[in-house]
Antibody, heavy 121, light 109 residues
Framework: QVQLQESGPGLVKPSETLSLTCRVS????????WSWIRQPAGKGLEWIGR???????KYNPSLKSRVTMSLDTSKNQFYLKLSSVTAADTAVYYC???????????????WGQGIPVTVSS | SSELTQDPGVSVALGQTVRITCQGD??????ASWYQQKPGQAPVLVIY???NRPSGIPDRFSGSNSGNTASLTITGARAEDEADYYC????????????FGTGTKVTVL
């Protein structure tokens, strides 16, 4: 059974960089897409971006200038860095595994439990 | 703003059928996937592709697609189906980016 676990600081100061880690267990990080998704309290889901094993990345255009994703196949982990954070970045952050079926369906089949991150001084 | 639009909320009587829709231009080209999210929990995939259910998802959940609209139907709603439901698909930019729908709160009466 694949499991994902987010980790990182729960409190980040404004203008600093938010750094999160997602540890993948029960399966290899190879051959799948790995995404970060966030959800402000009481609001909907927002896709932040994804990384593939070739280290190709795609980011949400609204966050692209501040986001960096990377992965470490030796540790079976992938990472999120979001720079210059403000209160608007306060949210629960999820990591998720993405898969592609038939070229027309992309879906997230495994999710971490989520980690709440607050941006405040 | 999201490129996938959902009704904010729907209600269904226990045991009845409810359909949740998701509209967007990208759905003419890509299938949607659907996620159930209960308070304080991570989303769970319930439908993907034309009408595929992951292992462990009850068969009362089904999906369909027509034009720019994807639908999730719950046939014989149960109390435990009360949750937020989100659709997801590629966006319409052609850059293979992901987007989520605005979400629908399903209330089981």
């Amino acid at each position: 059974q694949v499991q994902l676990q987010e980790s990182g600081p729960g409190l980040v100061k404004p203008s600093e960089t938010l750094s999160l880690t997602c540890r993948v267990s029960g399966g290899s990080i190879r051959s799948y897409y790995w995404s970060w998704i966030r959800q402000p309290a009481g609001k909907g889901l927002e896709w932040i971006g994804r990384i593939y094993t070739s280290e190709s990345t795609k980011y949400n255009p609204s966050l692209k200038s501040r986001v960096t994703m990377s992965l470490d196949t030796s540790k079976n982990q992938f990472y999120l860095k979001l720079s210059s954070v403000t209160a608007a970045d306060t949210a629960v952050y999820y990591c998720a595994r993405g898969d592609l079926a038939g070229g027309t369906t992309y879906f997230f089949d495994y999710w971490g439990q989520g980690i709440p991150v607050t941006v405040s001084s | 703003s999201s490129e996938l639009t959902q009704d904010p909320g729907v209600s269904v009587a226990l045991g009845q059928t409810v359909r949740i829709t998701c509209q967007g231009d990208s759905l003419r080209r890509y299938y949607a996937s659907w996620y159930q999210q209960k308070p304080g929990q991570a989303p769970v995939l319930v439908i993907y592709g034309q009408n595929n259910r992951p292992s462990g998802i009850p068969d009362r959940f089904s999906g369909s697609n027509s034009g720019n609209t994807a639908s999730l139907t719950i046939t014989g709603a149960r109390a435990e189906d009360e949750a937020d439901y989100y659709c997801n698909s590629r966006d319409s930019s052609g850059n293979n980016l992901e987007v989520f729908g605005t979400g629908t709160k399903v209330t089981v009466l």
